[in-house]
């Protein structure tokens, strides 16, 4: 007799106390199975092989156009899919064909659409986003675009919502749809980041009585409160100046870094299903969202970023940092990423393959210098004149001349050299320190960085048709000295 068949013949009260075990290990088994992926999804099953059969002639095709591409790329050569790859472990949290964009009021620069009910309450979502990489000063950049008074912040600086957040916190069923205005992942994202922005926005006035930002409630906050103060005679000519060539001229920014190159979630994207590399990523998300946005992009020197990432974010984990662990990650990492370019694509390598390593931290971050492989998947989605690539170090040396660029880009009026100077005077923000206690990265380490960025900074500006993206000018310098 087995031991459940025992269980069945026992009193109602042990039978009862043996499902509620079987009740409570269960709930056990499905949380563990969801943190598994939602929060160590470095972690999943390294067995896993996702490579099996990538030659197979059958490729994924996905029942709808959900996005138009501006390129020649198609999703079956992006999917790679073939039927003996392994199903998801994941229900799909969204699909990109339910995905419904607004349709934008032609009085307002930035898109918004009215919703609620009657149709009575303005929704914004960004006109202009500023992606990036860590460590490429993108945050300081953002503290100064905001000081402009025709351009308004989301609630937080990287709301990072269509890169993380929407994988995390969305309550949306597949296909929820409000007031037939917008679809449910991109009203959450307005309703939950720009809300207050879509206030100011309504009112054509930034900081506006009615909007929360009557109390300050950040850094940035402040000082764009300050610039308010010191300059409101500037600000009101460029408003009036505004209001003449379009009704509501005021226009919203996110700063969330993580749209280029965190597609970690990339597997809970429906049509992605069984493909073994991402046919669809973030950029395509924000292509619904906003189809005519403003891409800005900032690049630091690859070898530099990598040693500046290790040292920042290892402080910030309150982990330990050393010249010699730094090499040891940057030797680790380029072994195994040029060991899966001999039998991989160079998208599988740096979107799928990086992801089966140690913890986030646990590793030299390089794939993520690898700007021309995000920046080329971004260009499938949206024509090149919707963006403006910056260098870093050019921001740096002349943050004048950066934001005057940024200016004419955005279509907003530029500010008076004494505006400009103040904007750009304050004290930089984000930026790393503990580089001066440790020192300069050993000279070999900064060869095997060399070495493995030189062939990535070449298809970089042979992209961009821009030699500056070569960084010689930093390279050569730092060689000589």
């Keep these: ?44 099953d390294t067995t896993r092989d996702m490579n099996k059969g990538r030659n197979d002639k059958s490729l994924y095709v996905p029942t709808s156009n959900t996005t138009q591409r501006a390129s020649t790329s198609t999703v079956e050569d992006d999917c790679h899919y073939n039927q003996s790859a392994p199903s998801m472990q994941f229900k799909a949290v969204y699909s990109l064909s339910q995905q419904v964009t607004p349709h934008f009021l032609p ?46 912040p989301p609630r937080l600086k990287e709301p990072n919502f269509l890169s993380r957040g929407v994988f995390w916190t969305n309550k949306c069923k597949q296909g929820a749809i409000y007031n037939i205005t917008a679809s ?22 930034k900081w506006s009585e009615e909007s929360d930002r009557a109390t300050v409630n950040s850094s ?10 010191k300059f409101k005679d500037e600000w009101k000519v460029i408003k009036e100046n505004a209001t003449r060539k379009i009704e509501n001229p005021i226009i919203a920014l996110d700063s969330s870094a993580s749209y280029s190159w965190d597609n970690n979630y990339w597997e809970l994207v429906a049509e992605n299903t069984g493909c073994t590399e991402p046919a669809y990523l973030t950029s395509d998300l924000l292509a619904k969202v906003n189809p005519k946005a403003k891409i800005m992009m900032l690049m630091r020197e690859p070898v530099s970023r990598a040693f500046s990432d290790y040292l920042y974010f290892q402080r910030r984990m309150n982990k330990e940092q050393s010249l010699d662990q730094f090499h040891n990650w940057t030797v680790n990492f380029i072994t195994k990423f040029e060991s899966c370019r001999r ?5 599988y390598c740096t979107y799928v ?4 390593r140690t913890g986030v931290f646990d590793r030299a971050r390089l794939e993520l210098g690898l700007y021309h492989v995000h920046i080329t998947e971004w260009f499938k989605r949206f024509p090149r004149d919707q963006f403006l690539f910056l260098r870093s170090e050019t921001y740096s040396s002349d943050p004048v001349s950066t934001l ?16 400009m100077d103040a904007i750009t005077n304050t004290t930089r923000i984000n930026q790393t320190s503990r580089k001066k206690d440790l020192g300069n990265m050993w000279p070999e380490t900064k060869t095997l960085l060399t070495k493995f960025y030189s062939e990535h900074i070449q298809k970089l500006s042979q992209l961009l048709g821009d030699d500056s993206f070569t960084w010689r000018d930093i390279l050569d310098h730092n060689q000589s000295n």
């Excluded at 009910?117 to 006109?127: A, D, T």
């Excluded at 449910?184 to 006035?205: G, K, M, P, T, W």
């Excluded at 039998?343 to 998208?347: E, G, Q, V, Y």
């Design 1 to 44: 007799m087995t031991r459940v068949t025992k269980m069945l013949k026992c009193p109602k009260s042990r039978q009862k106390s043996f499902v509620l075990l079987i009740l409570i290990v269960g709930q056990f088994l499905v949380i563990g199975g969801i943190l598994k992926h939602f929060v160590f999804i470095d972690t999943f």
């Design 107 to 152: 009085n307002y620069k930035n898109p918004c659409w009215m919703d609620g009910p009657g149709e009575q309450r303005l929704m914004c979502v960004p006109y202009v986003f500023l992606i990036g990489v860590p460590k490429c000063g993108t945050t300081d950049l953002y503290s100064r675009i905001v000081a402009h008074p025709m351009i308004v």
């Design 404 to 419: 005057r660029r940024v200016y004419d880009f955005l279509g907003v009026a530029q500010l008076s050299q004494e505006a």
């Design 353 to 356: 393959d990086v992801r089966f």
């Design 343 to 347: 039998h991989n694509s160079l998208r």
């Design 220 to 229: 940035y906050d402040a000082m764009v409160l300050y610039f308010k103060d």
């Design 184 to 205: 449910c992942v991109i009203h959450q994202f307005a309703e939950l980041y720009f809300q207050r922005a879509s206030v100011d926005i309504r009112n054509n006035f």
